[in-house]
């Protein structure tokens, strides 16, 4: 059968806007078709793209839908690591007004491990110089990043050994709202890794 006026309906959420939507077409036995739209991002934050194929049926009164599966936009894709100096590291802070804190509470013992993994994670640098391994049960760092869109993100981490296990809080900062929730939800979700548990 033939399926007439089929087009590929798409939504966003999040700082995303669909810059011209699908046409519609009719396509016939064993036919097939190539879609194509453009999704602008300005700025990194995480977002959706959720969507649904819609086309009648010479079989059917109603049109037929099928969703899609949603495509995450993860605010990853958008960060690379950066180096500031000290003094605008600290201009930075004073001024971002945007502030994210997450608790840490890690059952992982070695500082340093868990330090290496949020800066792996969450693709930022780390602007504090490290010291040999074992010498305290207290670890404060600044780390960096910069979006593709030249947005600055900062992270301070401010952990302790306690026990057998490490807690403390991390502190993200950044002009826009988005850069800090976003960064914000991803530190939540690798801190607690089974990454982290391996030797």
Not at 4 to 20: A, F, H, P, Q, W
Not at 77 to 85: E, K, L, N, R, V
Not at 135 to 143: H, I, Q
Not at 156 to 174: C, F, H, L, Q, T
Request: charged share 25%.
């Amino acid at each position: 059968q033939t399926l007439s006026n089929l087009t590929v309906e798409l939504s966003t959420v999040g700082d995303l806007k669909l810059v011209e939507r699908p046409q519609s077409y009719n396509i016939g036995p064993l036919d097939h078709r190539r879609f194509k739209a453009n999704v602008k991002v300005s700025s990194t934050e995480t977002g959706q793209i959720f969507g649904n194929v819609v086309y009648d049926s010479s079989t059917s009164a109603e049109s037929t839908v099928i969703n899609l599966n949603e495509i995450p936009i993860e605010v990853m894709d958008y960060i690379h690591p950066a180096t500031c100096s000290d003094a605008d590291y600290r201009r930075f802070w004073a001024q971002f007004e945007w502030e994210n804190r997450i608790v840490v509470q890690s059952p992982v013992s070695d500082l340093e491990a868990f330090l290496d993994h949020i800066v792996a994670s969450t693709n930022m640098n780390c602007l504090t110089p490290r010291f040999a391994a074992g010498e305290s049960n207290f670890l404060a760092a600044n780390l960096y990043a910069r979006s593709i869109f030249q947005e600055d993100a900062l992270v301070n981490v401010s952990i302790e050994k306690v026990g057998e296990k490490i807690e403390g809080y991390i502190r993200i900062r950044a002009k826009s709202q988005g850069v800090a929730l976003s960064l914000g939800d991803r530190i939540s979700a690798v801190q607690k890794s089974k990454d982290l548990l391996e030797p």
